[in-house]
């Protein structure tokens, strides 16, 4: 089968998007199908400018007016169109002359612009890209949701979808695994402030403010007395927001930044670290949680959907407000090392239910059936 991917602009620097178009070129490649992954040109933004002021409007004119041609035209050999990101839905034409799939990761700014709480407030002008991207998901012949909670959302907004929509949830980007103590301590070398010796709870991602980074920080400085260990924080640094409230709970000290690391070191801090804590008040997936797991590092996390969906019984889930509850279970697990254990072993089983491979058959099937019904 010949697929098109549709890929994100790289100066939005969506990191998240961007691994998932490449994971799903190379396992489509792997499955033994044709692949060509599309995606919008810098004509204008040559620097690579991020999406901020004027920038944010040259990169709507790079993505949708300039490298509009150059993707059509690579449509015309496929013979099915997957827009890997529901942000790019306005790829989707009018009358499609090709079956097209939707990935749709989220529906949390969608949401925002209804006037939902999801601590999405996009603007006017944002409000409007959000119809333009509900329009183009209603033209597709299929949206393919990454978990349960989103798929729900989809059902709710996109009222009288005529095409297909499934639930197919997303796998691990990289072979994520246990390493070996030697192999961690090598690689965790490299982060300065961060010793061999120190435990410490890990926090990944970026600062929006759904992400509740601030809970993490609360959580800690509850059971500081107690648990004399660090945070590591990956991906984004902590803003001055966080720093001042870490100052302010007196564990600004305490604090380590690793930004923007490599799989590879991402992979050892998982092994090394006493837990991951994620207590995100609105997400789509969740991918540090499957991540973590498979590294064999335990998940404390909110019990917000479709986290409890994700993490199936192999997490300690506490309400995104109750920093009390995010502490004892970090003082449980640097206290009770059987518990610990336990987790871990469960994590494990999860993550294996996020295999590549599946996720690829899953996509080959639903391809097979907008090609049929085309």
């Given at each position: 089968?010949?697929?098109?991917?549709?890929?994100?602009?790289?100066?939005?620097?969506?990191?998240?998007?961007?691994?998932?178009?490449?994971?799903?070129?190379?396992?489509?490649?792997?499955?033994?199908?044709?692949?060509?992954?599309?995606?919008?040109?810098?004509?204008?933004?040559?620097?690579?400018?991020?999406?901020?002021?004027?920038?944010?409007?040259?990169?709507?004119?790079?993505?949708?007016?300039?490298?509009?041609?150059?993707?059509?035209?690579?449509?015309?050999?496929a013979d099915v169109v997957h827009v890997c990101d529901h942000g790019n839905a306005m790829y989707v034409p009018e009358k499609?002359?090709?079956?097209?799939?939707?990935?749709?990761?989220?529906?949390?700014?969608?949401?925002?612009?209804?006037?939902?709480?999801?601590?999405?407030?996009?603007?006017?002008?944002?409000?409007?890209?959000?119809?333009?991207?509900?329009?183009?998901?209603?033209?597709?012949?299929?949206?393919?949701?990454?978990?349960?909670?989103?798929?729900?959302?989809?059902?709710?907004?996109?009222?009288?979808?005529?095409?297909?929509?499934?639930?197919?949830?997303?796998?691990?980007?990289?072979?994520?695994?246990?390493?070996?103590?030697?192999?961690?301590?090598?690689?965790?070398?490299?982060?300065?402030?961060?010793?061999?010796?120190?435990?410490?709870?890990?926090?990944?991602?970026?600062?929006?403010?759904?992400?509740?980074?601030?809970?993490?920080?609360?959580?800690?400085?509850?059971?500081?007395?107690?648990?004399?260990?660090?945070?590591?924080?990956?991906?984004?640094?902590?803003?001055?927001?966080?720093?001042?409230?870490?100052?302010?709970?007196?564990?600004?000290?305490?604090?380590?930044?690793?930004?923007?690391?490599?799989?590879?070191?991402?992979?050892?801090?998982?092994?090394?670290?006493?837990?991951?804590l994620f207590p995100s008040r609105f997400e789509g997936f969740g991918w540090p949680l499957i991540e973590a797991q498979a590294?064999?590092?335990?998940?404390?996390?909110?019990?917000?959907?479709?986290?409890?969906?994700?993490?199936?019984?192999?997490?300690?889930?506490?309400?995104?407000?109750?920093?009390?509850?995010?502490?004892?279970?970090?003082?449980?697990?640097?206290?009770?090392?059987?518990?610990?254990?336990?987790?871990?072993?469960?994590?494990?089983?999860?993550?294996?239910?996020?295999?590549?491979?599946?996720?690829?058959?899953?996509?080959?099937?639903?391809?097979?059936?907008?090609?049929?019904?085309?």
């Amino acid at each position: 089968m010949k697929v098109l991917l549709i890929g994100n602009y790289a100066p939005d620097r969506q990191e998240s998007m961007l691994r998932y178009a490449h994971m799903m070129r190379d396992g489509l490649l792997e499955a033994g199908h044709e692949v060509t992954l599309a995606t919008p040109r810098q004509v204008l933004n040559t620097s690579g400018r991020p999406a901020a002021g004027v920038w944010k409007w040259v990169g709507y004119l790079d993505k949708f007016v300039l490298s509009a041609g150059e993707i059509a035209r690579a449509e015309r050999d496929a013979d099915v169109v997957h827009v890997c990101d529901h942000g790019n839905a306005m790829y989707v034409p009018e009358k499609p002359r090709k079956p097209y799939v939707v990935t749709c990761h989220d529906l949390l700014a969608v949401r925002g612009a209804l006037g939902e709480n999801t601590d999405v407030v996009p603007s006017l002008t944002g409000r409007q890209f959000q119809r333009l991207i509900l329009n183009g998901m209603r033209r597709a012949q299929a949206v393919a949701c990454v978990s349960r909670a989103t798929l729900q959302d989809a059902q709710r907004i996109l009222v009288n979808y005529a095409g297909k929509l499934v639930v197919n949830p997303n796998s691990l980007a990289y072979a994520y695994r246990t390493l070996s103590p030697q192999i961690r301590r090598e690689r965790l070398a490299a982060v300065r402030d961060l010793h061999e010796r120190d435990a410490y709870v890990l926090i990944v991602g970026a600062n929006h403010r759904r992400k509740n980074r601030e809970a993490a920080l609360r959580a800690v400085a509850n059971v500081a007395a107690s648990w004399k260990g660090k945070i590591v924080f990956a991906g984004d640094p902590p803003n001055a927001e966080l720093k001042s409230l870490a100052a302010r709970l007196g564990i600004l000290e305490r604090i380590v930044e690793v930004v923007g690391p490599s799989n590879e070191l991402l992979e050892a801090l998982y092994n090394g670290a006493l837990a991951l804590l994620f207590p995100s008040r609105f997400e789509g997936f969740g991918w540090p949680l499957i991540e973590a797991q498979a590294c064999g590092c335990p998940v404390i996390c909110s019990d917000a959907p479709p986290l409890p969906e994700v993490t199936g019984d192999a997490a300690v889930l506490c309400h995104a407000e109750d920093h009390e509850a995010f502490g004892r279970a970090v003082l449980e697990m640097a206290n009770n090392p059987q518990h610990r254990a336990r987790m871990v072993q469960s994590g494990l089983a999860n993550a294996g239910r996020y295999g590549r491979a599946q996720m690829i058959d899953r996509f080959v099937a639903l391809y097979e059936q907008v090609r049929s019904a085309a």
